[in-house]
């Protein structure tokens, strides 16, 4: 990977920054949602459908840790058998670290969840969304690992767009079931492209360092 892409995730990870700083200070200063949060839920929760309900229960298993237990050890056996094996601690180290990290900060903001907006249960604190941070740190991951070497093409682009419409539907999902503040899935998705983003460093790192060596 060259440096400009690099140089631009850089430039969005401090954008991220900026906003998941400006999302922990405001909901320090509330006992509830902000102001856009019970605006969101409101108008979400005002024509509830219940196959849509069903579909974003659907699309909300594919991001918790139940699902990545249930393909981990396709992908482990896929990246085993291809050699990958830079690639597959890399995507261990993204998930696991994803995962703890979010129980850090959720343990230390301690936010409670919309409980009047319920449509499925859900235990835990609320900020930052675990959903949001870890689908965008695994898929995003997984996604810039399987296309890190190939060319621009219609079919790369084709991918990365259907990483990020399914990851903000994640995210929808979460707001939809009314077991998340949007602010929680916005400052789920900031603190996930920056951990994506020092993991992808960390992958480019190895990868200078292991050709170097040759």
């Known amino acids: 990977m060259k ?10 990870s401090l954008i991220a920054l900026v906003v998941f700083i400006f999302l922990a200070i405001g909901i320090t200063s509330v006992d509830g949602g902000l102001d856009f949060d019970n605006k969101i ?7 509830i459908n219940p196959a849509v309900k ?3 229960i659907i699309i909300s298993f594919i991001g918790s840790a139940k699902f990545y237990f249930i393909i981990a050890p396709f992908l ?5 058998k291809r050699k990958h094996i ?6 261990v180290v993204a998930i696991l670290g994803s995962v703890l990290l979010n129980n850090i900060l959720k343990a230390s903001f301690g936010r409670i969840r919309p409980l009047e907006f319920f449509l499925v249960e859900q235990s835990g ?3 930052p969304s675990g959903h949001s941070m870890n689908t ?3 898929y995003g991951m997984a996604v810039y690992l399987y296309l890190r070497n190939k060319k621009l093409s219609l ?3 084709l991918i990365w767009v259907s990483a990020v419409i399914f990851i903000l539907l994640m995210g929808f999902s979460r707001i939809y079931l009314g077991v998340h503040w949007p602010s929680d899935i916005i400052a789920g998705y900031s603190a996930g492209f920056i951990w994506l983003y020092i993991c992808v460093l960390g992958v480019e790192y190895i990868h200078k360092s292991k050709s170097k060596s040759y």
């Open 3 to 12: 440096n400009k892409p690099l140089i631009i995730g850089a430039i969005l």
């Open 41 to 47: 839920l409101s108008f979400v929760h005002k024509n």
């Open 54 to 56: 069903n579909l974003m």
């Open 76 to 80: 482990i056996w896929y990246l085993i």
């Open 86 to 91: 830079i690639e597959l601690w890399s995507l």
């Open 125 to 127: 604190f609320s900020f």
């Open 136 to 138: 965008l740190t695994f």
């Open 155 to 157: 079919k790369k682009v």
